[in-house]
């Protein structure tokens, strides 16, 4: 298992079986987690197209706090942006090697590492009257982190960007887009609007 940092990877080039992107320094972060019943919800329906006779299984990867990227069996944890893919049926568990390569990840520390006494908090949807509770746990929690790409997040803008694309020997535009991703213009390079 191969970790590395990367912020594109491109189509031809020989992808590493884990890898890690730039992440953000959580030990200024309480071991506390708030996440919301409709990010659990998201987490839950990125896995709605995992095949049902996977291993791992959909429900080990939620559990690991993974989210299905819909570009074959490749996943990401939103919290530490670990990306793992090519699993091992019978021989990769998804929350030991989520503690393994990325144990100051937040998700980690506050769900795998002491799952009897889970640090993990699940809140409803805020309504407009808790704003001001709502800001202050923006602060404080990536959770609540904006796409890099915002111009992006629409599926029509990221279709446009494949005007130029050339699909030889090449994932299809409907593939990518659906993943998230938006062409740079450039080769084969495509990145993630988030």
């Given at each position: 298992t191969t970790v590395r940092n990367a912020s594109i990877v491109t189509v031809g080039e020989q992808v590493s079986k884990r890898q890690k992107l730039d992440t953000i320094d959580f030990r200024s972060v309480l071991n506390t987690l708030f996440e919301s019943n409709s990010l659990q919800q998201i987490r839950r329906r990125t896995f709605s197209h995992w095949p049902h006779h996977a291993i791992p299984s959909s429900a080990e990867m939620i559990e690991a706090g993974l989210f299905n990227c819909n570009v074959g069996d490749r996943v990401i944890c939103i919290y530490c942006n670990i990306i793992c893919q090519q699993w091992t049926p019978h021989a990769d568990d998804p929350r030991e090697l989520h503690k393994t390569l990325s144990p100051n990840c937040i998700y980690v520390k506050a769900k795998l590492m002491n799952p009897t006494q889970s640090s993990t908090t699940t809140t409803t949807d805020i309504h407009s009257s808790q704003t001001n509770n709502l800001d202050?746990?923006?602060?404080?929690?990536?959770?609540?982190?904006?796409?890099?790409?915002?111009?992006?997040?629409?599926?029509?803008?990221?279709?446009?960007?494949?005007?130029?694309?050339?699909?030889?020997n090449s994932p299809s535009v409907d593939t990518l887009v659906q993943a998230g991703f938006f062409y740079s213009g450039r080769a084969t390079i495509v990145t993630c609007f988030y």
């Open positions: 202050s746990l923006r602060s404080n929690y990536v959770v609540f982190r904006t796409p890099c790409n915002p111009n992006f997040s629409e599926i029509p803008k990221r279709y446009a960007s494949f005007t130029t694309w050339s699909n030889e």
